[in-house]
T-cell receptor, first 115, second 114 residues
Framework: KAGVTQTPRYLIKTRGQQVTLSCSPISGHRSVSWYQQTPGQGLQFLFEYFSETQRNKGNFPGRFSGRQFSNSRSEMNVSTLELGDSALYLC??????????????FGEGSRLTVL | KQEVTQIPAALSVPEGENLVLNCSFTDSAIYNLQWFRQDPGKGLTSLLLIQSSQREQTSGRLNASLDKSSGRSTLYIAASQPGDSATYLCAVRPREGGSEKLVFGKGTKLTVNP
């Protein structure tokens, strides 16, 4: 059974550009969550999608957005990149059907460097 | 606001030693608590999930306990090996907000010396 797949694994952008990251959840999982990991702030919740609807959102500016497709794959977008957006972006999937009780499984992450 | 703290931030032990990693959280209104392992530059690997109604979970050499009323969890690693070297993260699933959101601690970086 394939795990959570994130693409691309590494990318370098310059300030002001935008970036789109992709996440394919484990087959059968309908919930996809996104997290940002930095050395200073640790892991912080960005947002969660279930059945193409955003169910929860963390405390990030509107430059961070996401969406989920009918096959549960998800994308997140960061517009007008800033140096502080450099981070490891992690995607997690879970069944999501029985609220809050399922195990979350994470992908390998997308390492974004903003120059 | 839920906050998760992990102590110590770093731990170095000789191979074969049994060890305990600590996690505390400020709000007992949680669905569950999950322990993860993270190797440098990698994603998170789920180790153990403890539901709020459970007291402990075991997997191989790992045993995690949960005391929801006191806001504490421990991860016990028996007979540590160099391959156990990694950062261990504790995360709780708050009932507030009703989703799959996790609140993480900053982690404990474990080094097991041969």
């Amino acid at each position: 059974k394939a795990g959570v797949t994130q693409t691309p694994r590494y990318l370098i952008k310059t300030r002001g550009q935008q970036v789109t990251l992709s996440c394919s959840p484990i087959s059968g999982h309908r919930s996809v969550s996104w997290y940002q990991q930095t050395p200073g702030q640790g892991l912080q919740f960005l947002f969660e999608y279930f059945s193409e609807t955003q169910r929860n959102k963390g405390n990030f500016p509107g430059r961070f957005s996401g969406r989920q497709f009918s096959n549960s794959r998800s994308e997140m977008n960061v517009s007008t990149l800033e140096l502080g957006d450099s981070a490891l972006y992690l995607c997690a999937s879970s069944l999501g059907t029985k609220m809050g009780t399922g195990e979350l499984f994470f992908g390998e992450g997308s390492r974004l460097t903003v120059l | 606001k839920q906050e998760v703290t992990q102590i110590p931030a770093a731990l170095s032990v000789p191979e074969g030693e049994n060890l305990v990693l600590n996690c505390s959280f400020t709000d007992s209104a949680i669905y569950n608590l999950q322990w993860f392992r993270q190797d440098p530059g990698k994603g998170l690997t789920s180790l153990l999930l403890i539901q709020s109604s459970q007291r402990e979970q075991t997997s191989g050499r790992l045993n995690a306990s949960l005391d929801k009323s006191s806001g504490r969890s421990t991860l016990y690693i028996a007979a540590s090996q160099p391959g156990d070297s990694a950062t261990y993260l504790c995360a709780v699933r708050p009932r507030e907000g009703g989703s799959e959101k996790l609140v993480f601690g900053k982690g404990t970086k474990l080094t097991v010396n041969p």
